[in-house]
Structure formats: C-alpha cells, structure tokens
C-alpha cells in the first residue's frame, strides 16, 4: 500500500507538471536516460551520448565512468521508485527486466520507455548499434563503430590462421553465495561464440539447461582451460586459490595452471571491443600463436 501511494504521488506531481509528454521527446537532443541493460549502456556511451544517462542497472560496469552513476537496482529486480526518482525523460531495456509490475508502474506514471534488441552475435551488435545511432542522432558515430569492430574482426580471422588445436574452455563465474557456481559458457550464447573465435571450444557439462553447475560436473567436465570472471576471481585473490573451489583442482586446467581472470562484462554480449576482446581471449587458450597480434 505504501509502494503504491508513493506511486501515485509521483505520478500526479509528473502528470501536473507535464515533464513526460511523449509527443515532445525529441531523442537526438540532450535527454535524460536511465539505463537498465548493461550493453546498451555500453553503447550508449561509445556514440558519445554517456553525458546523457542519469542513471543504469548494477550490472552496467563498463566504461569505468557508468561505475560512477546511481544505480536503480539488478536487471531482473528494479525498482520502480528508484527509476521514477531520477526523472528521466526516457528508460531502455532490453526485454529481460523484471520483476514484471516494474514496466506497468513506469508506464502508469507517464514515462517513456523504449525496447532495444540483444547484441548475442555480431550481427546483432552491429544492427543494435545503427538503431542506436539512428535513435539518438549518433549515426555517423554509429557508421564508424561498425566499421572498426569489421576490421578488429579481420585481425581475429588473420590471427586464426595460426591455431592448429582447439582446447576445451569453461567460463565460471564463481558468485556470492559460496560453492555456487555459474558457467557462462556451454550455452550456444555470445560467451560460446567468442571462445570459438578464439580458437576454443566450450567444454561439455551436465547442468541440465541451468547456469548453475556442482564440483562434480566441473571435474567431469575437465576443461583443458578456465576462464574466472573478475569477481569470483578476485573474492579468491588468486588462481591458486581459485584451484580451491571444490571440483576445480581436479580439472586439466587446475593441474597445467591455466585459469585465467577475465572481465565478466567483456564475455556476455557483443559490442565495440568484442574484437579486442577475442584477440585476449585467444592470447590466454593460444599464448604461443605468432600471428595474435592487436
């Protein structure tokens, strides 16, 4: 009852004043964005338009300066009041918010709110950023984005030319809740992809369709390399320690110390640093390919 009187104060106080008239957002000026989708965040801020976000999710982390922005909550658990107190003149997702009543509360209130797509592939991230460009008046920065993530990707495809293996990789992102386990990798999703333009292939597990695996899968999967996201890694402090989370020592990986720090950001979606990225990745599965050059 509280939520909802608060709501509704809200509502009448933005209604009275007329700040979210829909018929008069002209998104290629300078606008008031709240962010809840840690790659159009991300997308945002490379067309030049991070000046206009006022806020984002907490799984927005890159650049460092959206480390710097309030936050409104997880993806998947916002707040409604929180994104109706920054006042924004528009809020993007990208179809995986929650919970569900979050997007009704915002649309009761009046604020406009616009659904991007995904950036799983390439492809995608590309078509993604000219909508982008095209949204916010950023299509010649948009025009270029895509023309240096084709020419990073040719520098992935010259450099492939010198890998003759294929090691199997597993991305394990090591959460908050101890001896809990979420791979990233072995779902057929963008981390899958850039492992295989890195020379890899994803290990086989059985987690059953969930993210989350046990000690047990992980050494039965036995991945010749591990890849530890910065925040499991980091709680660990090293990849000695790392080797300390039940099934990992008995892996390949553990055994020839090849678990790697990655960022988590840099694995789950496609976008202008996606060919850097791969170049680093095959560095860490192929250290001794000649032609990996930046």
Same mark, same amino acid.
């Given at each position: 009852?509280?939520?909802?009187?608060?709501?509704?104060?809200?509502? @009448?106080?933005?209604?009275?004043?007329?700040?979210?008239?829909?018929?008069?957002?002209?998104?290629?000026?300078? @606008?008031?964005?709240?962010?809840?989708?840690?790659?159009?965040?991300?997308?945002?801020?490379?067309?030049?338009?991070?000046?206009?976000?006022?806020?984002?999710?907490?799984?927005?982390?890159?650049?460092?300066?959206?480390?710097?922005?309030?936050?409104?909550?997880?993806?998947?658990?916002?707040?409604?009041?929180?994104?109706?107190?920054?006042?924004?003149?528009?809020?993007?997702?990208?179809?995986?918010?929650?919970?569900?009543?979050?997007?009704?509360?915002?649309?009761?209130?009046?604020?406009?709110?616009?659904?991007?797509?995904?950036?799983?592939?390439?492809?995608?991230?590309?078509?993604?950023?000219?909508?982008?460009?095209?949204?916010?008046?950023?299509?010649?920065?948009?025009?270029?984005?895509?023309?240096?993530?084709?020419?990073?990707?040719?520098?992935?495809?010259?450099?492939?030319?010198?890998?003759?293996?294929?090691?199997?990789?597993?991305?394990?992102?090591?959460?908050?809740?101890?001896?809990?386990?979420?791979?990233?990798?072995?779902?057929?999703?963008?981390?899958?992809?850039?492992?295989?333009?890195?020379?890899?292939?994803?290990?086989?597990?059985?987690?059953?369709?969930?993210?989350?695996?046990?000690?047990?899968?992980?050494?039965?999967?036995?991945?010749?390399?591990?890849?530890?996201?910065?925040?499991?890694?980091?709680?660990?402090?090293?990849?000695?320690?790392?080797?300390?989370?039940?099934?990992?020592?008995?892996?390949?990986?553990?055994?020839?110390?090849?678990?790697?720090?990655?960022?988590?950001?840099?694995?789950?979606?496609?976008?202008?640093?996606?060919?850097?990225?791969?170049?680093?990745?095959?560095?860490?599965?192929?250290?001794?390919?000649?032609?990996?050059?930046?």
């Amino acid at each position: 009852m509280k939520k909802l009187l608060i709501l509704l104060v809200v509502a @009448i106080s933005l209604g009275s004043c007329g700040r979210f008239n829909k018929k008069e957002l002209d998104t290629k000026k300078d @606008i008031r964005i709240v962010s809840v989708s840690k790659h159009l965040t991300e997308l945002l801020f490379a067309l030049g338009k991070g000046h206009d976000i006022v806020a984002c999710d907490l799984t927005s982390s890159y650049p460092d300066s959206a480390k710097l922005l309030p936050t409104v909550g997880y993806h998947r658990a916002l707040n409604a009041e929180g994104i109706i107190s920054m006042k924004p003149d528009i809020v993007i997702h990208s179809n995986d918010i929650g919970p569900a009543a979050v997007l009704p509360q915002l649309e009761k209130v009046g604020l406009n709110i616009k659904a991007f797509g995904g950036a799983n592939t390439l492809d995608s991230a590309k078509l993604l950023l000219s909508e982008l460009g095209k949204y916010f008046g950023a299509e010649k920065q948009a025009d270029s984005i895509n023309k240096k993530m084709d020419q990073d990707m040719q520098k992935v495809a010259d450099a492939q030319k010198n890998i003759k293996d294929s090691p199997s990789v597993m991305i394990i992102h090591y959460g908050q809740a101890n001896n809990v386990y979420f791979v990233m990798s072995g779902r057929k999703g963008a981390a899958d992809k850039m492992i295989s333009y890195a020379g890899g292939k994803s290990a086989n597990y059985d987690a059953k369709g969930a993210r989350q695996i046990s000690a047990e899968s992980v050494a039965l999967a036995n991945p010749d390399i591990i890849i530890a996201t910065d925040y499991g890694f980091d709680k660990m402090g090293s990849a000695e320690k790392f080797k300390t989370i039940p099934g990992v020592a008995l892996t390949n990986a553990a055994k020839n110390n090849r678990i790697y720090r990655f960022e988590e950001h840099d694995l789950v979606y496609f976008g202008p640093r996606t060919g850097e990225n791969i170049l680093k990745l095959m560095s860490l599965i192929h250290p001794t390919a000649n032609a990996i050059k930046k």
